[in-house]
């Protein structure tokens, strides 16, 4: 038998050539196939080139209506197909040119074998995947020598039989070896682990020239991220992206694993959908489902009337954020920390439905788990829980993403900033401050054209907030509780103790109005 790294193969037969320079075969068979169980998935796999002339096995979200693809589901195994469709589909020189279609995934792809080869089944009627497998059982003839035009003895002819074959096995081996070294020396060591790792993997792998074209050569920029610059992008299916490009520089592909490994894994109406990603070589990149409405910090910072949205949607958004952290903190395998919950990244589909993104800072953890273990504060000043900073106020858990979630929700109540160096009346600098000390007085937000529900509604998320952005922790609540005040009476709500330290407060306002004097010099100089 011969081995490699992927597989295990047998030689069902070997053909010695002539003495006049006529080629010797070896018949060569994976191992793996099963001549009475229809099991069409080899384990000598090969994902990382693109070989001319060779067979693709792969999963697909949707059931495909090209005559290209042959149904294969009868032959699909579980643990290696990720949707529910599966064919195999036949290559020209590359994938691209065979019409592959967007939804679908590649799970295996192997050279054809003799039987299949392209002059071989022109003009043959359509090859059903019974024939497939038929041919698969029948192998690969691989030459190993070459004859000579020496007259052997029986027993020279043996020994030169076996050396030429030797050299043959060695040739093949040879070959394989540096086609594996070949395919892993373009990826990034930890980032090809990494993946080798996901077992359950859904998201389509692309490539840079793949990653070029839906982008016109990353033509409409949406906008620039912590990590890297956002890209508009077309799928050949018609659906808009948004195609994030990693700057290697400064995330040495740490991002890019934060985000496959937990955004890559789930599927929540609030949390925005990775359609797929791109390494190659140094190239890095992630594929989002686009969407038109922006992130949230445009919608509630924005001061023209015609993107004004109702206090009935604001809540809405609300809610939908909040039922998304939830998700991410209980309902996954694994816990989900995102660490940088703020309106830049929630972003609003054409509904304005909430989805949350940008996974870059983001930590798996177990469910049960309490307390996580950080070795540096991640997160965005000013939605960062007071515990990154000060160890001596508590542990840090899954009540760091409550507390920006309270940032956030103040801020929605607001529509404004919660530090505001500009703001008319130096009291009102720092807002939640500021209205607290309203509330503590009896009254209200002042809002234009508001009805009676809407200032109840306003009220209460002020409150909510007010529990989230307590200093401890253990005085937060949980998302699952936050869920159930929001969805409550305001009646039923308590105000908390005024959630703030005197010496942060005073830092806080201070440095607002360190800014905003700076802010005035510099336009009295100009």
Excluded at 47 to 62: G, K, P, T
Excluded at 153 to 181: P, Y
Excluded at 236 to 251: D, I, P, Y
Excluded at 359 to 373: E, N, Y
Aim: charged share 25%; with cysteine.
């Amino acid at each position: 038998m011969l081995h490699n790294r992927d597989g295990t193969y047998y030689v069902a037969d070997i053909f010695y050539g002539g003495e006049f320079g006529d080629s010797s075969t070896i018949q060569l068979v994976d191992q793996s196939l099963d001549a009475d169980v229809c099991s069409i998935l080899p384990k000598s796999l090969v994902c990382e080139e693109e070989i001319a002339d060779s067979i693709f096995f792969m999963s697909c979200r949707v059931p495909m209506t090209s005559s290209l693809y042959i149904d294969a589901a009868s032959c699909a195994n579980a643990s290696f197909s990720a949707y529910p469709y599966f064919y195999a589909l036949f290559s020209g020189q590359t994938l691209n040119e065979t019409g592959f279609d967007e939804s679908c995934t590649v799970e295996v792809q192997v050279p054809r074998p003799v039987g299949l080869q392209y002059s071989n089944i022109t003009g043959l009627p359509r090859l059903s995947i019974s024939d497939i497998h038929r041919e698969l059982l029948r192998g690969y003839n691989v030459s190993w020598g070459c004859a000579t035009n020496v007259d052997f003895s029986d027993r020279n002819r043996r020994v030169a039989i076996a050396v030429r074959t030797l050299l043959g096995v060695l040739c093949l081996i040879i070959v394989v070896v540096l086609k594996f070294r070949r395919r892993h020396l373009c990826m990034d060591d930890t980032i090809e682990e990494f993946l080798q790792m996901q077992n359950k993997f859904m998201p389509i792998r692309y490539s840079y020239s793949e990653i070029k074209r839906m982008t016109e050569s990353f033509k409409n920029k949406l906008g620039q991220g912590g990590f890297g610059s956002v890209f508009k992008g077309k799928l050949r299916s018609g659906r808009f992206v948004a195609v994030k490009l990693l700057e290697l520089s400064k995330s040495k592909g740490q991002d890019f694993i934060n985000e496959v490994g937990t955004i890559g894994r789930i599927h929540h109406v609030n949390v925005v959908q990775l359609v797929g990603f791109c390494v190659q070589g140094s190239k890095q990149a992630l594929v989002y489902d686009y969407m038109p409405n922006g992130s949230l910090d445009k919608i509630i910072f924005s001061k023209e009337k015609n993107i004004n949205l109702s206090w009935e949607k604001i809540f809405e958004i609300v809610m939908g954020v909040a039922r998304g952290i939830e998700y991410l903190h209980r309902r996954c395998d694994m816990q989900i920390l995102h660490f940088d919950i703020k309106p830049h990244n929630i972003l609003l589909d054409e509904n304005f439905t909430p989805k949350i993104s940008d996974f870059g800072l983001a930590k798996l953890h177990a469910i049960d788990a309490s307390i996580v273990s950080l070795t540096a504060a991640r997160g965005t000043l000013g939605y960062m829980a007071p515990e990154l900073f000060y160890k001596n106020i508590g542990s840090i858990s899954h009540k760091a993403d409550v507390y920006s979630f309270g940032m956030l929700l103040m801020e929605m109540a607001g529509r404004r900033r919660n530090l505001d160096a500009f703001a008319e009346k130096s009291s009102e600098i720092y807002f939640p401050s500021w209205i607290y000390d309203r509330f503590d007085r009896g009254e209200d937000l002042e809002l234009e054209d508001a009805t009676e529900s809407e200032r109840k509604m306003v009220r209460k998320m002020i409150i909510v907030a007010f529990w989230c952005i307590q200093i401890k922790p253990t005085d937060r609540p949980s998302m699952s509780k936050v869920i159930e005040m929001l969805e409550g009476a305001v009646e039923l709500l308590e105000m908390p103790i005024k959630p703030f330290l005197l010496t942060m407060e005073r830092s806080s306002t201070d440095d607002a109005t360190e800014s905003m004097d700076r802010a005035q010099c510099s336009a009295s100089d100009s």
